[in-house]
């Protein structure tokens, strides 16, 4: 069995990734940390994990959590870069689905997370955690970025398109709307309920933290520097993500040909269904599911408008460590995640 811990576990993400890994069969949750209700049942918080869950938080000990095989970060930035490199010299793997690995650059994370970071090493050593791109440095690493939730639906849906040299780099559009557990479950004014409902907001226009993070990862994968305009909604929901994407073909493709570039490039991946072309994915068919649900459209000769739609607290948090968590291990990657999404 995987000795698992989860450092910052009273978060949705935390808690999400609890849900999941709790019936895992080849998984033992050994520990789940919390400063503020340390020494607290886990089900008094979240009572939906009443028996199936004994587990009381308790502060995060290095010592303990370094006997593990595997431990989750579900932390706010600066917090995992200060505990990683301990428990990666202890030979635990880490998992962190927050942003302190995710950008390959400490200068660029500086600027946009107003810290220095403060793990450079092992900065250097982190692989970008999207199986569906970067499955074989997964397998071999010893600390996984978890991508972020946008940034998942954003590149799933472009990154055909830029590998293959389609789309022109100076065209691309990411319009992007999450529901509100995507903001975390700290109080704030602009998410309670009379702030949030019957209202769409736009923020982080001029500037998104998750920007650089999809550019630097399309850019990766496409071998060109490019970059996008990314503006995020927020929605009067509770889950779910959204992605339109926008750009301009090089040259002229069929609609038959770009559907079958999807179908083929994503042939085989568990958790990608490519629709058919022209259909309209709505975020309550990849509630509470490991799912990126995509499809293509080219309402006029020349422009691709892709539709790609998650779960943010799965597919784009929790269910995509557990995914990741399945290749270090060398267990099937589908294991743990066979949740049908919930409807209504």
Not at 111 to 117: K, N, T
Not at 153 to 159: D, F, Y
Not at 227 to 251: C, N, V
Not at 307 to 328: C, E, H, P, T, Y
Request: hydrophobic fraction near 45%; proline fraction near 7%; aromatic fraction near 6%.
């Amino acid at each position: 069995m995987i000795r698992a811990g989860i450092v910052g576990g009273t978060g949705y993400t935390g808690v999400e990734l609890l849900r999941l890994l709790l019936p895992h069969p080849e998984v033992e949750v050994v520990a789940i940390t919390s400063r503020a209700e340390a020494g607290q049942r886990v089900d008094t918080h979240f009572p939906n994990l009443r028996g199936h869950c004994d587990l009381y938080y308790t502060m995060p000990d290095p010592a303990l959590l370094g006997e593990l095989d595997v431990v989750f970060f579900a932390t706010p930035h600066g917090v995992a870069m200060d505990g990683a490199p301990e428990l990666l010299a202890k030979g635990v793997r880490v998992i962190d689905l927050g942003a302190d690995f995710r950008l390959p650059d400490a200068e660029v994370f500086a600027q946009w997370y107003g810290m220095s970071h403060r793990a450079p090493e092992a900065l250097a050593e982190a692989c970008y955690g999207l199986p569906e791109y970067y499955r074989a440095k997964i397998s071999a690493a010893r600390l996984i970025a978890n991508p972020g939730c946008y940034p998942t639906a954003v590149i799933l849906g472009l990154a055909p398109l830029l590998a293959e040299g389609l789309l022109r780099e100076d065209t691309l559009i990411a319009d992007c709307k999450s529901g509100v557990s995507g903001a975390g479950r700290a109080a704030k004014v602009d998410l309670i309920l009379p702030e949030a409902a019957d209202s769409v907001s736009a923020y982080g226009v001029s500037g998104h933290r998750h920007r650089p993070e999809i550019e630097a990862v399309l850019s990766d994968i496409s071998g060109t520097r490019l970059e996008l305009q990314f503006t995020p909604h927020l929605m009067p929901m509770i889950r779910g993500i959204h992605a339109t994407l926008y750009g301009r073909l090089r040259q002229p493709v069929s609609d038959a040909a770009l559907q079958d570039l999807f179908i083929t490039r994503y042939a085989g991946e568990p958790f990608v269904d490519v629709l058919s072309f022209g259909s309209c994915p709505a975020t309550r068919s990849v509630r509470g599911a490991n799912i990126c649900r995509i499809a293509v459209h080219q309402p006029r000769p020349g422009l691709v408008v892709v539709l790609s739609v998650i779960d943010n607290l799965v597919k784009g948090a929790a269910g995509q460590a557990v995914q990741n968590m399945n290749r270090l291990f060398s267990l099937p990657e589908d294991m743990g995640l066979a949740h049908i999404a919930l409807l209504p």
